[in-house]
């Protein structure tokens, strides 16, 4: 059965870095197309940040992130990890690993996520 367990998260001041991890167990990476991070916060909509194919490096972010977000994997350790650089106020979310698939620049969720990891981000 797989589990997707991210950590990683935390309070950072504006400007800040943090970097996020996702294990996998029960599968591996290359069982999937893609994977990657999406963030949602209580009552607000899914929004998905970037995901990364596993089986080349075709990778996808989202407009709010390009630049200052950078996804990456490492299939030995069956790891995803999103290291976040020049955090703003607005990254302020719970961030959610899934697998998936990354078409035409876009990432396409599968039905599975762990419990998240909070990101805060304030001064």
């Known amino acids: 059965q797989l589990q997707l367990v991210e950590s990683g998260g935390g309070l950072v001041q504006p400007g800040g870095s943090l970097r996020l991890s996702c294990a996998v167990s029960?599968?591996?990476?290359?069982?999937?197309?893609?994977i990657g991070w999406f963030r949602q916060a209580p009552g607000k909509e899914r929004e998905g940040v970037s995901c990364i194919s596993n089986h080349d490096e075709t990778t996808a972010y989202a407009d709010s992130v390009k630049g200052r977000f950078t996804i990456s994997r490492d299939n030995a350790k069956n790891t995803v990890y999103l290291q976040m650089t020049s955090l703003k106020p607005e990254d302020t979310d719970v961030y959610y690993c899934s697998t998936g698939a990354v078409i035409g620049g876009v990432c396409l969720w599968n039905d599975d996520w762990g419990q998240g990891t909070q990101v805060t981000v304030s001064s």
């Open positions: 029960g599968a591996t990476l290359e069982d999937y197309a893609a």
